[in-house]
């Protein structure tokens, strides 16, 4: 009787076949085959990333009564507006508005050059252009000269410039030199 009951007992369990080795190693048991059942709701943060949020004002307990406010005045009472300065006069306020037009704007400027340092930039005298001038460090590159009268020019110069003094004018013209004004 006894080899009966056995035999029912593995009759009622079916065997399953093992699941071969190399498949087994392959798919990684308990995990889903090559990503391919991978889904967003299986991801989950690194044990000890996620940090509950800080319930502030829940009861007298660590950010309870209070909730990291303080005690009295008005930031512990409600909020306060962007750029409140407790009832002083603000600065957008203090500060003055700019109003009406300016022509400054629209002036025009001018590298100076004076005549005392063109007589030490061409002491053999010559032609003196704005190209010159710039190649030899007078001037800076794309900007109007003006010539000015503060030095002595005891060489005669053949200047071009945009602008010219009255007092630079005399000078050049009383070493023997010319001038040519550039529009």
Same mark, same amino acid.
């Given at each position: 009787?006894?080899?009966?009951?056995?035999?029912?007992?593995?009759?009622?369990?079916?065997?399953t076949?093992a699941?071969p080795?190399?498949?087994?190693?392959?798919?990684?048991?308990?995990?889903p085959?090559?990503?391919r059942?991978l889904?967003?709701?299986?991801?989950r943060?690194?044990?000890?990333?996620?940090?509950?949020?800080?319930?502030?004002?829940r009861?007298e307990?660590?950010k309870?009564?209070?909730?990291?406010?303080?005690?009295?005045?008005?930031?512990?009472?409600n909020?306060?507006?962007l750029?409140?300065?407790?009832?002083?006069?603000?600065?957008?306020?203090?500060?003055?508005?700019?109003?009406g037009?300016?022509?400054?704007?629209?002036?025009?400027?001018?590298? +100076?050059?004076? &005549? =005392?340092r !063109?007589?030490?930039?061409?002491?053999?005298?010559?032609?003196?252009?704005?190209?010159?001038? #710039? @190649?030899?460090?007078a001037?800076?590159?794309?900007?109007?000269?003006? +010539?000015?009268? &503060? =030095?002595? !020019?005891p060489?005669?110069?053949?200047v071009?410039?945009?602008?010219?003094?009255?007092?630079a #004018? @005399?000078?050049?013209?009383q070493?023997?030199?010319?001038?040519?004004a550039?529009?």
């Amino acid at each position: 009787m006894s080899t009966d009951k056995t035999e029912e007992k593995s009759a009622a369990k079916p065997r399953t076949a093992a699941k071969p080795q190399a498949e087994a190693k392959s798919q990684g048991v308990g995990e889903p085959a090559s990503g391919r059942g991978l889904k967003l709701h299986h991801l989950r943060p690194a044990p000890g990333a996620h940090k509950a949020k800080t319930r502030v004002g829940r009861g007298e307990a660590s950010k309870g009564k209070t909730a990291g406010r303080g005690t009295k005045g008005t930031k512990a009472r409600n909020t306060v507006r962007l750029g409140f300065e407790g009832g002083q006069m603000p600065l957008y306020r203090r500060v003055p508005k700019l109003k009406g037009f300016s022509n400054s704007g629209f002036g025009t400027t001018y590298q +100076v050059v004076n &005549t =005392g340092r !063109l007589a030490e930039l061409f002491p053999e005298g010559g032609d003196v252009t704005p190209e010159n001038m #710039v @190649a030899r460090g007078a001037a800076r590159k794309g900007e109007l000269i003006k +010539v000015l009268g &503060t =030095g002595d !020019l005891p060489v005669a110069l053949r200047v071009t410039a945009h602008a010219f003094s009255a007092t630079a #004018v @005399a000078k050049i013209e009383q070493a023997g030199g010319t001038v040519t004004a550039l529009s």
